[in-house]
Nanobody
Framework: VQLQASGGGLVQAGGSLRLSCAAS????????LGWFREAPGKEREFVGT????????IYADSVKGRFTISSDNAKNTVYLQMNGLKPEDTAIYYC????????????????WGQGTQVTVSS
């Protein structure tokens, strides 16, 4: 499967963005989809995941209550709705797909998109 992330940009603190992860190839719902982010000088960090088959979601504590993952099977696309953005959310955001059910680490994913930059100004 090939993944294409988009939707990043520059937003003021408190604002919102919606990231998209469009897939080509296999049906996206047959994978667990994860969102990760990587800030300059920091390791890639788990943001959230939507688990294959069940559609259950898990979020990092740092984004819980502000970010929401959803999917549109007809469009073979997964979204990351980000509300209440903070300067510390600034990073490159990546979507990833894998076959494990509860995957919270980067090495548990098999396919990665190219990343999209999110910058939150204070």
């Amino acid at each position: 499967v090939q993944l294409q992330a988009s939707g990043g940009g520059l937003v003021q603190a408190g604002g919102s963005l919606r990231l998209s992860c469009a897939a080509s190839g296999r049906i996206l719902s047959s994978y667990t989809l994860g969102w990760f982010r990587e800030a300059p000088g920091k390791e890639r960090e788990f943001v959230g995941t939507i688990i294959r088959d069940s559609g259950n979601t898990i979020y990092a504590d740092s984004v819980k209550g502000r970010f929401t993952i959803s999917s549109d099977n007809a469009k073979n696309t997964v979204y990351l709705q980000m509300n209440g953005l903070k300067p510390e959310d600034t990073a490159i955001y990546y979507c990833a797909a894998g076959f494990q059910y509860r995957a919270l680490k980067p090495d548990e994913y098999d396919y990665w998109g190219q990343g999209t930059q999110v910058t939150v100004s204070s």
